[in-house]
């Protein structure tokens, strides 16, 4: 899956929850597949010596590293949602597929700060406050706030978020 993020060869992914027996879809979510960084990957054990892919190593997929400016609902709570709101949620993170596979990590995951503050107007200092979250995210960053800035200012071009004054920002 690694080398499937960084060849930027991963699907489209749709998470469906159905209740049994009625077999009754409760939620149809799509992931696109520009959403996926590989910070959203969480390495598995190794597969043991009498296993019979022996050494074989997967992983998990942290959903909650995925904005949800990322997660798309399609049905939600049995009920589909409007093939227009679909397009919509699917056309505003769009232009994050144009971004590099490297860059779009951190931006990926600053919008995640962002959407985690569960406010519509935040500070800088807001978003600073999770540096040590990212610096584990990426260890390989020794600049993590400047970096920080740095994807504020991609997610304002990109139109995810509106710059109001130095250091305040707030969500469209």
């Known amino acids: ?4 993020i960084i060849g930027e060869r991963t699907p489209n992914l749709f998470l469906l929850h159905y209740v049994r027996p009625q077999l009754r879809v409760e939620s149809v979510v799509l992931i696109p597949h520009f959403a996926f960084s590989l910070s959203c990957l969480e390495r598995r054990k190794a597969l043991s010596k009498t296993a ?3 050494g074989y190593i997967g992983c998990y997929f942290a959903l909650d ?3 949800p400016d990322a997660r798309i609902p399609v049905v939600h709570a049995g009920i ?3 093939p227009h709101e679909v397009r919509s949620a699917y056309a505003r993170v769009r232009p994050l597929e144009e971004l590099a596979i490297e860059k779009r990590g951190w931006t990926l995951d600053v919008l995640n700060v962002v959407r985690s503050l569960g406010k ?3 500070q800088l200092s807001d978003v600073y406050a999770h540096s040590d979250e990212l610096a584990r995210l990426h260890p390989d ?3 993590v706030n400047p970096k920080i800035r740095q994807q504020l200012q991609v997610l304002r071009d990109l139109r995810l ?5 130095p250091g305040h ?3 469209p």
């Open 161 to 165: 978020l509106e710059f109001l004054t």
């Open 169 to 171: 920002y707030r969500l």
């Open 80 to 82: 589909p949602t409007p």
């Open 52 to 54: 019979r892919r022996s």
């Open 65 to 67: 590293r995925i904005p």
């Open 1 to 4: 899956m690694h080398r499937a």
């Open 141 to 143: 960053n020794r600049h």
């Open 120 to 122: 519509q107007e935040f």
